[in-house]
């Protein structure tokens, strides 16, 4: 069975749509929506640097990676939350196309760790990942420690700045979305398991568990 642990499995192209969409926790038919009306906007098969050498590129769109997996669900978090789908998914790029360093909110006089994280990884334990959204295609990861003694956002991620005066960010907790993606998908690769993966199957699903 495929090990999504690796690096070298995160773009191989493995998941129906169904599967993504349950993993997005949204409807299938909502998901499909999404990529037929906005299309190139998401950039879903585009990492920035050899599109067509990876997992849904060459008409391979019918299946998707694990990155672009955990890409949709991010995204799908965001909108819930009332960003548009356009500014979602490029938001969602600074987690899955785009690798970080990131120093954490201390106190005074406590040493500041440099943290790095891998495209479409997480911040190493102790801390937490959050996904930031501005506004408009503004976003970014930050780590968090969870350790006492340390503050939970840096003061800029918190309050909105500038003018005209903007909507307060929109943070989402990447380690929960992370987790659940990455569930939802080895469980596809154990057919054992869950042996349903038709749409009206994950639209119950959804619609008894979902949000």
């Known amino acids: 069975m495929t090990d999504l642990t690796k690096l070298e499995n995160?773009?191989?192209p493995l998941f129906p749509l169904v599967v993504v969409a349950q993993?997005?926790?949204?409807?299938p038919a909502t998901l499909r929506q999404w990529i037929v009306r906005y299309g190139d906007d998401l950039r879903l098969w585009d990492d920035g640097k050899t599109s067509n050498d990876k997992a849904e590129g060459n008409g391979l769109a019918h299946r998707f990676s694990l990155r672009t997996a955990l890409h949709i669900a991010a995204a799908a978090r965001l909108i819930a939350k009332g960003v548009t789908v356009k500014d979602a998914y490029t938001a969602a790029i600074n987690w899955v196309h785009i690798g970080a360093f990131d120093r954490p909110a201390v106190w005074a006089n406590e040493?500041?760790?440099e943290l790095v994280r891998e495209p479409a990884g997480l911040f190493a334990?102790?801390?937490w990942t959050f996904l930031i959204h501005s506004h408009g295609a503004e976003a970014r990861v930050v780590s968090v420690n969870r350790q006492a003694g340390t503050l939970p956002f840096e003061f800029s991620d918190l309050f909105a700045t500038g003018y005209p005066v903007r909507a307060a960010p929109t943070i989402v907790f990447l380690n929960n979305?992370?987790?659940y993606v990455r569930g939802v998908c080895?469980?596809?690769l154990r057919p054992v398991d869950h042996p349903a993966w038709d749409e009206a199957s994950v639209e119950k699903m959804l619609g008894e568990d979902g949000e």
Do not use: E, K, R
Not at 23 to 27: D, E, N, T
């Open 10 to 12: 995160w773009d191989t």
């Open 186 to 188: 080895q469980g596809f």
């Open 23 to 27: 993993a997005a926790l949204v409807a």
């Open 177 to 179: 979305i992370d987790h």
């Open 111 to 113: 040493p500041a760790p």
């Open 125 to 127: 334990d102790p801390a």
